[in-house]
């Protein structure tokens, strides 16, 4: 592998095996390469270093190292670049699909911000929204990139994609035509500022919905939440009185703003409930997530001594301005939790993921009494980011720590990795702020360098922390993480030596601030198939039949939002057992099915399997057929081997064999014996008395009754004897009855 690098400065191999340029605009580091082999699932690092084989060309040296076994090598900083154009740009939200695709939404205030495949070509107003989708290759190239808005200004907010690739956007809007499509509310609330809430579908080429939502005051976006059914779900801040409300746990608002929570189902076509949340003095709110429960989890501020609370660990506002963590039910009501989070000064909750279960809350402070428990640094300097994780019930925290430096540290972006770890993203003017497995160890904004962070909460510790940025303001404002541990970053900076990789976007400096789109790592992924298989072989009619398939992640990454997907033509479905996760099963014709298993995220080296158990619904079928094919949404340098596909034997149809016979009668004159069961078949055999020869008169009258007749049937059965009578189908399948006459 080689590395080609440019900048005003000759790069050079650092002490520590890292690449770095030293010149009058800053320091930029290329951290040294992540070298490892794997066994059975286990990592073994190799050391590694960069070496310079060319002006501005770097390889990779490693030491002595397992040559029958792969080596992967793993670059920190896969891709970097500016985006934005002649005006101001913001970056203001990241998601990443299942698939790795990776979608930046911002404001620009530019006329000729970079526009593909475009829902809306021009930028309509002073400012407008931007939504941009990027492939999940090894140099990304765009997918779409858009704006969107109204004839006045407009600014994103959030966005989130759900299962199928569509952009969901939260924000506020000044423009009374702002494009909405299937509206709940169709006008703008005659205010200075209306929320509004936009879906596009996953070619960003249309709106699936778009609506104002708002009422007389002024009302902001905090952020958004996507559920797996597609609900949509946003909290924010709001100044009217007639804020829309339904099914609300707080229908009056409160005064002096009003935190406040919508539901919105899938299609944008009615509400699922709306409430305020605040109390008597200023509230407001800033993130909202959803957990493995469909719990809704919020975060945001409040100044109210009212604020209403529910199963508290803090019940009491404790300084001039608490955070709070609140959480409700999958309906909006009722509350489970809720509580003030703080110290005896001044807290704001700006952000809350789940794990699971387990809310975590983030946001700033100046309390130098903040509860904290392990916490990684537990002494606050001017302005610091706290992190907080709770247990399930909300009533108690298991990790809390302060986050920052000498200078002013804020967070802006959150999320929990499928590892549990927690990854922070924000802006810090501190020169001391913890950096470890850096890409850039120093400070060099002239204000505000980004941060990146990630904290294993579980055995606390830091797992890497790092600047981000050039040599003037650098701010990262959101971060998402993909089932594989890709991490992305976007922001703004005002830099035009910001650090670079592969980039797609325009050059710097074309206006006042530019975008940045930023994704670490080259997460990799091999699924393979162990076994699939159909037992018994051959299947009989009216028995159970069991598929099972086994598949393994062979690393070396962990496979996020794992699925297994079949066909199963020839077997009607009625159970399944997996070894972890869930299923759905779609029946396309009776006895033809497809079956998603979703087994969310599988460690390196770990084997998943699911057994499918049914039976064969007509007799009129021969054979059953299946195939089968695993996927995961883990980015890979070589994305062809996150999947893989595989067909089951063809197995054969027998009839059923006999369950049981019950009984013989014998009947009057001529002499006849009928015998009773089930499952007998044309074509049956009965022996009486000896398994040499069958009776050369059988008749078959249906599936639970045979006529057993002719000459000397009845000099077979002497009375008061024990006679062995043994009935078998065709597929010989049998049962015996002994008969005393």
Known sequence: MQVELEGPAPFKVDEDGSIVMVSDAGTIRHSAPFVYQETDGVRTPVAGRYVESGSGVFGVDVESFDASKPLVIDPVLSFSTYLGGGGSDLGIAVDVDREGRFYVCGTTSSTNFTTFRALQLTNHGMSDVTITKFTQTDDPVLVYSTYLGGSSVDNAKDLVVDRHGNPYLVGETNSVDFPTVNPLQVDSGDAASDCFVAKLNDNGDELEFSTYLGGNGIDLAGGLAVDRFGNAYVTGTTWSSNFPRLNAIQFSYGGSGDAFVTGIEPDGSALRFSTYLGGAASDSGYGVAIGDDFGIYLAGSTSSANFPVASAEQPLLNGVRDAYLVKLGSSGVPFVYSTYVGGS?????????????????????????????????????????????????????????????????????????????????????????????????????????????????????????????????????????????????????????????????????????????????????????????????????????????????????????????????????????????????????????????????????????????????????????????????????????????????????????????????????????????????????????????????????????????????????????????????????????????
Not at 493 to 520: C, I, Y
Not at 632 to 643: C, K, Q, R, T
Not at 655 to 665: F, G, Q
């Open 345 to 741: 000064a001044s807290d704001e909750g700006l952000r809350i993921a789940v794990d699971g279960t387990r809310p975590i809350l983030a946001g700033i402070t100046v309390s130098v009494d903040f509860p904290l428990l392990n916490a990684l640094q537990s002494n606050q300097l001017e302005m610091d980011v706290f992190v907080a994780r709770y247990s399930s019930d909300g009533q108690s925290t298991d990790f809390s720590s302060y986050l920052g430096g000498n200078g002013f540290d804020v967070i802006y972006g959150l999320d929990v990795g499928v590892n549990g770890h927690l990854y922070m993203a924000g802006g810090t003017t501190s020169t001391d702020f913890r950096t470890l497995n850096f890409i850039q160890t120093d400070s060099d904004g002239a204000v505000f360098d980004a941060f990146v962070t990630e904290i294993n909460p579980d055995a606390p510790g830091f797992v890497f922390s790092t600047y981000l940025g050039g040599s003037l303001s650098d701010v990262a404002v959101d971060i998402a993480v993909s089932g594989s541990g890709a991490i992305f970053i976007c922001g703004y900076t005002e830099s035009t030596n910001f650090p670079v990789q592969n980039p797609t976007g325009t050059d710097p400096g074309d206006g006042l601030t530019d975008m940045f789109v930023v994704r670490l790592g080259f997460p990799q992924v091999d699924l393979a198939f162990v076994s699939a298989n159909i037992t018994p072989n051959p299947v009989v009619y009216g028995r159970t039949a069991h598929i099972t398939f086994e598949a393994r992640n062979l690393g070396p990454d962990v496979a996020g939002d794992t699925v297994l997907i079949f066909l199963v033509n020839g077997l009607e479905i009625s159970s399944y057992a997996m070894t972890q996760g869930d299923a759905e099963i779609q029946t396309l014709v009776p006895g033809y099915h497809l079956v998603t298993c979703y087994f969310g995220a599988i460690e390196p080296g770990a084997t998943f399997a699911v057994t499918a158990n049914g039976t064969v619904p007509n007799e009129s079928i021969d054979e059953i057929q299946v195939q089968a094919l695993v996927e995961s949404s883990a980015f890979d340098l070589l994305p062809m081997n996150s999947e893989a596909g595989i067909v089951a034997p063809v197995v054969t149809i027998t009839p059923p064999d006999i369950t049981a016979v019950s009984s013989l009668v014998v009947e009057g004159k001529p002499y006849r014996i009928r015998i009773t069961g089930s499952n007998f078949q044309p074509g049956v055999q009965v022996f009486v008395g000896t398994d040499v020869t069958p009776w050369p008169s059988v008749k078959y009258k249906n599936t639970t009754t045979l006529i057993l007749k002719g000459s000397g049937l009845k000099a077979r059965f002497p009375k008061g004897v024990s006679v062995q009578v043994r009935v078998v189908n065709p597929d010989t399948g049998s049962d015996s009855l002994t008969f005393v006459r």
